[in-house]
């Protein structure tokens, strides 16, 4: 009976009009007429003097694109405390915490503006929405699609349709998209609301100035350069960082928020002042604590195997007297954490190669893995892969002739993976670090290859970077011994290289010869591969 009572106030607040309304509130009133006190309620609390607020058959009639509850505020304040973790920050940390969630949400719109720009779906693809495309965003056209369903059942007419769309959102509704049909005209553009064609977060500028000097960045950028070149190494990555934020929206270097501590609750008698584990309401953790919660979350299970490594490190450099307890430090908590990581992983790599293994550290697990690793051991630290994303991207669309002989139907593929948060592939993004960096990449794995410069002759400075897929679906760095053996090159790299390029082979060859000797050759790896 309860259920019932539900779906019939469903019924009514969803009536479509005023006479379909008052027929479902009979229903209703029928179903509940033992219960007076509660259809009273009903009647006089909320329907009487709030119905044109909630009910469809009133509020189908003004346009609310769409938003007819506060989920998105409520969804936004679920965000920020997790951003926040815990009550017992100050004010600088609060505004950082603001700052970030803010700057996280408008990237987020970002993407979508810049998925409406070069994302069809299959649905979107039909003439009729040929004026549409890239200029409206995908929410409205997924909109106007389903629309199109009811053109079977209600034609042209307007009584029959309701145009629902049309009154909510400023979109064609069934009659209006039934005409387009019937004379075989595109929906033009001049029929959606321009709500859903602003794909920018900036605003539309006019030059009102004859000189237009109030737009001219000319100088502006004179002084970035200028201060670009006095700075030292660390400041010009810095500076370059915030010019790649300005120049690709799409892209941010911010990453989500941790999961959420444990804080609800008092610490009770029995733990004699010390906080249980997993809150955190006396102090900021110190920094050797930082560490291992950060190489806990990204390593899974092997949190409660560097606690117990750590413990048993410091009974190993104590004194004699058991009171003095020696603390980990930092470079002894990070060759402990790498130690973890090398047993973890080293069984997921060929045999032959576990003597050239010095160690393998690990990285965030979000979809940007492949990159981190990259930016790890470029020096930027793992938290540089939006760089590499932007320089890698760079590389593609400076070198596009190249890449349109290697890569064929997968260019555009490649160009996506590189514009929007996906995953790192090999071979594309073996060739285009190899080809940006002029470094020597060679990946370890299941298939595991070798990835030359394409376009530059050897170089006996060259940086030699690994990195190896484990579990499946994860990137790591590779720490290696010098002179270790590097396994084939790619097929594609052998015909679309340069002449000077094949010096790395000449020059290189023995220890080619060497990783054949140890292990036979596989099958040449060629195409787009998603590894991730």
């Given at each position: 009976m309860k259920q019932k009572v539900k779906n019939l106030w469903r019924d009514v607040v969803e009536s479509p009009d005023e006479v379909e309304y008052q027929q479902r509130l009979n229903a209703f009133q029928q179903a509940c007429v033992n219960s007076s006190n509660f259809?009273?309620?009903c009647s006089n609390t909320w329907l009487a003097p709030h119905k044109e607020q909630f009910v469809e058959a009133w509020t189908n009639r003004v346009m609310h694109l769409g938003n007819t509850t506060t989920n998105r505020v409520e969804s936004a304040h679920w965000r920020l405390k997790k951003m926040l973790e815990h009550i017992k920050g100050d004010l600088c940390k609060c505004l950082e915490g603001m700052n970030d969630n803010i700057r996280l949400e408008v990237d987020k719109i970002k993407k979508s503006f810049q998925k409406s720009f070069y994302y069809t779906e299959k649905t979107h693809s039909s003439p009729f929405f040929q004026y549409l495309r890239n200029s409206v965003s995908r929410a409205a056209m997924t909109l106007i699609s389903d629309e199109m369903e009811r053109i079977d059942i209600v034609g042209t007419n307007k009584n029959l349709c309701g145009c629902k769309l049309r009154s909510t959102c400023e979109l064609p509704?069934?009659?209006?998209?039934?005409?387009?049909?019937?004379?075989?005209?595109?929906i033009p553009l001049d029929s959606v609301h321009g709500h859903w064609k602003k794909l920018t977060m900036e605003e539309p500028l006019e030059d009102d100035t004859e000189d237009g000097y109030e737009l001219d960045m000319s100088n502006a950028m004179e002084a970035i350069w200028t201060r670009f070149r006095s700075l030292d190494i660390v400041g010009k990555r810095a500076l370059k960082s915030k010019v790649f934020e300005l120049a690709y929206p799409a892209s941010s270097s911010?990453?989500?928020p941790p999961e959420k501590i444990k804080t609800r609750g008092g610490v009770k008698n029995k733990y004699k002042g010390k906080a249980p584990k997993g809150y955190d309401v006396y102090r900021d953790p110190s920094y050797f604590e930082h560490v291992e919660r950060e190489y806990g979350d990204s390593q899974g299970t092997s949190k409660r195997l560097c606690t117990q490594q750590s413990q048993s490190s410091q009974k190993e450099l104590s004194q004699p007297s058991q009171k003095q307890q020696s603390q980990p430090s930092q470079k002894q908590l990070s060759q402990m954490?790498?130690?973890l990581t090398s047993q973890k992983y080293l069984g997921q790599f060929p045999d032959h190669m576990h003597p050239h293994i010095v160690d393998i550290a690990d990285v965030l697990e979000d979809g940007n893995c492949g990159f981190r690793a990259v930016a790890s051991l470029l020096?930027?630290?793992e938290e540089g892969w939006s760089i590499v994303r932007r320089e890698l991207d760079e590389e593609l669309r400076n070198n596009n002739n190249l890449y349109e002989?290697?890569?064929r139907q997968d260019l555009q593929v490649v160009r996506d993976s590189l514009v929007a948060t996906r995953w790192f592939t090999i071979p594309a993004m073996g060739y285009l670090v190899a080809n940006r960096y002029n470094v020597v990449l060679v990946t370890l794995g299941k298939h595991s290859k070798t990835f030359f410069p394409m376009m530059t002759s050897y170089s006996s400075s060259a940086r030699f970077f690994c990195i190896g897929f484990v579990n499946g679906n994860h990137w790591v760095p590779v720490n290696m011994s010098k002179g270790f053996p590097?396994?084939?090159?790619?097929?594609?790299?052998?015909?679309f290289c340069s002449h000077e390029a094949r010096s790395w082979m000449s020059n290189l060859n023995g220890r080619l010869q060497y990783w054949n000797l140890l292990n036979p050759p596989v099958k040449?790896?060629?195409g787009v591969m998603s590894v991730e």
């Open positions: 259809v009273e309620y509704c069934a009659c209006e998209l039934s005409g387009y049909t019937t004379s075989g005209v595109p911010l990453c989500p954490s790498k130690k020096g930027y630290t002989k290697l890569f590097l396994p084939e090159v790619t097929a594609d790299w052998k015909k040449p790896l060629s």
